[in-house]
């Protein structure tokens, strides 16, 4: 993979453009697949679901069997974006040692490459929502001026992740810092580390 295949120069754009068409026409979900590398929209994607699941696990109108079932999505999708969080971090480790060699006395970043473009997927999804509410018309003019006022803030937090992110790969490639790739090791979805499950056994 080329880092380049990201399009991070338009990342929040990209992710903006596939949620609204998520929204409106979400089993078709992969038509805005072009805008965004694989894993990279794979990612966003499992983050729009997951979003959604949450809202539903938040409901206090249905019967526990129903929110049951909705925990357990949120689970899986959980999995599913770490999982892929760990995927595009080996990608992009695999494009860097092919542009650098990283000494062994460089410092590291504590946040992956990986994990800030994750941040800037849900930080996208957090401004359309949030922009979602300021076109309600059941809210008083207090109301949409918070949510107005809370939309430029996740915008601009928006912008200074993909400026951390350009900065970290500047810093990568010019040998400043060296990459390491974090682990997750979910413990409680694995059959064989969470003890609730392997002690049915």
Same mark, same amino acid.
């Given at each position: $993979? /080329?880092?380049?295949? *990201?399009?991070?120069?338009?990342?929040? =754009?990209?992710?903006?453009?596939?949620?609204?068409?998520?929204?409106?026409?979400?089993?078709?979900?992969?038509?805005?697949?072009?805008?965004?590398? +694989?894993?990279?929209?794979?990612?966003?994607?499992? &983050?729009?679901?997951?979003?959604? %699941? =949450?809202?539903?696990?938040? #409901?206090?109108?249905?019967?526990?069997?129903?929110?049951? +079932?909705?925990?357990?999505?949120?689970? #899986?999708?959980? !999995? !599913?974006?770490?999982?892929?969080?760990?995927?595009?971090? %080996?990608?992009? +480790?695999?494009?860097?040692?092919?542009?650098? =060699?990283?000494?062994?006395?460089?410092?590291? &970043?504590?946040?992956?490459?990986?994990?800030?473009?994750?941040?800037?997927?849900? $930080?996208?999804? @957090?401004?359309?929502?949030?922009?979602?509410?300021? +076109?309600?018309?059941?809210?008083?003019?207090?109301?949409? !001026?918070?949510?107005? /006022?809370?939309?430029?803030?996740?915008?601009?937090? #928006?912008?200074?992740?993909?400026?951390?992110?350009? *900065?970290?790969?500047?810093?990568?490639?010019?040998?400043?810092? @060296?990459?390491?790739?974090?682990?997750?090791?979910?413990?409680?979805?694995?059959?064989?580390?969470?003890?609730?499950?392997?002690?049915? @056994?």
């Amino acid at each position: $993979m /080329h880092v380049d295949e *990201l399009n991070l120069a338009a990342l929040a =754009e990209s992710f903006d453009r596939c949620i609204t068409f998520w929204h409106n026409d979400p089993e078709d979900h992969a038509l805005c697949r072009s805008e965004l590398s +694989l894993l990279a929209f794979d990612l966003a994607w499992e &983050n729009y679901s997951l979003w959604h %699941e =949450e809202d539903k696990a938040r #409901r206090t109108d249905v019967n526990d069997s129903l929110i049951a +079932l909705v925990k357990r999505n949120i689970d #899986r999708f959980n !999995q !599913q974006r770490n999982d892929l969080i760990e995927r595009l971090d %080996e990608a992009i +480790l695999g494009w860097l040692v092919q542009k650098t =060699e990283f000494a062994d006395d460089l410092p590291i &970043n504590s946040e992956t490459p990986g994990s800030i473009v994750d941040r800037i997927s849900i $930080m996208s999804l @957090k401004v359309y929502h949030m922009y979602e509410d300021t +076109l309600r018309d059941d809210i008083n003019d207090e109301h949409r !001026q918070k949510s107005l /006022h809370k939309l430029a803030v996740l915008r601009e937090q #928006r912008s200074d992740l993909e400026s951390a992110l350009h *900065l970290l790969l500047d810093d990568y490639l010019v040998g400043r810092k @060296k990459m390491k790739i974090y682990r997750q090791f979910k413990m409680y979805n694995d059959p064989t580390l969470n003890p609730e499950m392997y002690r049915q @056994k």
